[in-house]
């Protein structure tokens, strides 16, 4: 099995930052990409920012311009650097790691974080 860990979340005034991080153990061989959703409540989960093997990053547009996500292969660990913070972006954010193989011969499999919450307020 594989367990995501995050932290990093608080409360924030507007225009603060904040980094999480979030750091996946267990039986891994690779993992394909890395990930952060957020759920604000009455709201669908929804992709904040997604990074691959290789590098490759995508965010929402909502967040371009402002979160930076970063990972650390050998360590199994994903950033989110999150600037210029506004109250829409309050929310409980989950990690996710996708396509996680315990071995080269392994089927794949996603895993979620427990989530860690995000206020932003004045």
């Known amino acids: 099995q594989v367990q995501l860990v995050e932290s990093g979340g608080g409360l924030v005034q507007p225009g603060e930052s904040l980094r999480l991080s979030c750091a996946a153990s267990g039986r891994i061989f690779a993992i394909y990409a890395m990930g952060w959703y957020r759920q604000a409540p009455g709201k669908q989960r929804e992709l904040v920012a997604n990074?691959?093997?290789?590098?490759?990053?995508d965010y929402a547009d909502s967040v371009k311009g402002r979160f930076t996500i970063s990972r650390d292969k050998p360590k199994n660990t994903v950033y989110l650097q999150m600037d210029s913070l506004k109250p829409d972006d309050t929310a409980v954010y989950y990690c996710n790691a996708a396509h996680v193989i315990a071995s080269p011969i392994s089927k794949g499999m996603d895993y979620w974080g427990k989530g860690t919450l995000v206020t932003v307020s004045s």
């Open positions: 990074i691959t093997s290789d590098g490759s990053a």
